[in-house]
């Protein structure tokens, strides 16, 4: 079974594509997520987590789902992380959680999709990004060969400053990057409330027709990258960019 959570598509995206190769079902958990459900899964293929690359790791609100959900049948753990360069040393990390989850670890991809951090990075425009998606469907064919064979995923081993990134920077950077006061909104909101029911973390209420961040952002970028009306600003860092959304979707 595949299970997936997104911010801007691009980890939906791959969690389908590999679904097709794999002749098997996904699954998102923004609502187990959004309402704080503890899942209970049964599944008689490998699981296979598909998620965005954030600091480096897994998004803190996606390992935390594993860790509360109860996974039954087979034990075998694939993961496949979204990411816009690397994911550091990210697979130790999703080992300790198979091995407090009792699931066996089978190793995890990276797989290269479009930049979608546009509260920090340039991010690409349409043609730019589709480009992107094609150069990484042999990766996502390789991922899905390894599974469907049952083998485990091939991972170099993480270097010193993987583990770095992926260690103490991760913790600075969910700590003192990670936040919604820079968000603003401009007179161009249309208050049709999108931004609300995308926002994985209820982060978002309409009030008199206009958003309020409520400080438990986790820095996805579904809302600043799905507003219709392009009325969302992370301080000065998104002015001028294209937002975005995987364009496959
Ligand atoms: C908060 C945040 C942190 C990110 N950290 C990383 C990172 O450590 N390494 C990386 O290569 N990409 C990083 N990215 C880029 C995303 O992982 C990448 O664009 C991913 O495919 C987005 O997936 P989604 O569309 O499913 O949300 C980050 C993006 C965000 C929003
Ligand atoms: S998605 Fe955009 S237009 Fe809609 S309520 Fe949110 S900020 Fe306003
Ligand atoms: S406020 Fe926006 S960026 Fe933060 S978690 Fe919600 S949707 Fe994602």
Do not use: Q
């Not at 600091?55 to 860790?67: A, H, K, Y």
């Amino acid at each position: 079974m595949i299970i997936y959570y997104t911010g801007t598509g691009n980890s939906r995206y791959c969690a389908g594509y590999l679904a097709k190769e794999l002749n098997t079902g996904t699954l998102d958990a923004f609502n187990y997520i959004r309402d704080g459900i503890a899942g209970e899964f049964i599944s008689d293929e490998p699981w296979v987590f598909v998620s965005p690359t954030h600091g480096w790791r897994l998004p803190e609100i996606f390992s935390d789902f594993i860790e509360s959900a109860c996974f039954s049948g087979d034990r075998r753990a694939y993961f496949v992380m979204t990411c816009g360069t690397d994911i550091g040393a990210a697979g130790r990390f999703n080992r300790k959680l198979c091995e407090r989850k009792g699931l066996e670890y089978m190793g995890t991809a990276a797989v290269v999709m479009p930049e979608n951090y546009v509260a920090m990075f340039p991010v690409p425009d349409e043609a730019g990004a589709r480009e992107i998606v094609a150069k990484a469907r042999p990766a996502l064919n390789r991922t899905a060969e390894t599974i469907g064979a049952g083998e485990r995923l091939a991972e170099g081993a993480p270097g010193v400053l993987d583990r770095l990134k992926s260690g103490p920077v991760n913790a600075a950077f969910r700590r003192f990057i990670i936040g919604d006061r820079r968000f603003t909104v401009s007179g161009s909101c249309i208050g049709c409330g999108k931004c609300a029911r995308l926002c994985p973390v209820g982060d978002i209420e309409l009030r008199d027709g206009r958003p309020v961040w409520l400080g438990r952002c986790t820095h996805c970028m579904a809302c600043i990258c799905s507003c219709p009306a392009l009325a969302i600003e992370y301080g000065r860092a998104s002015a001028g960019k294209p937002r975005y959304r995987c364009p496959e979707e």
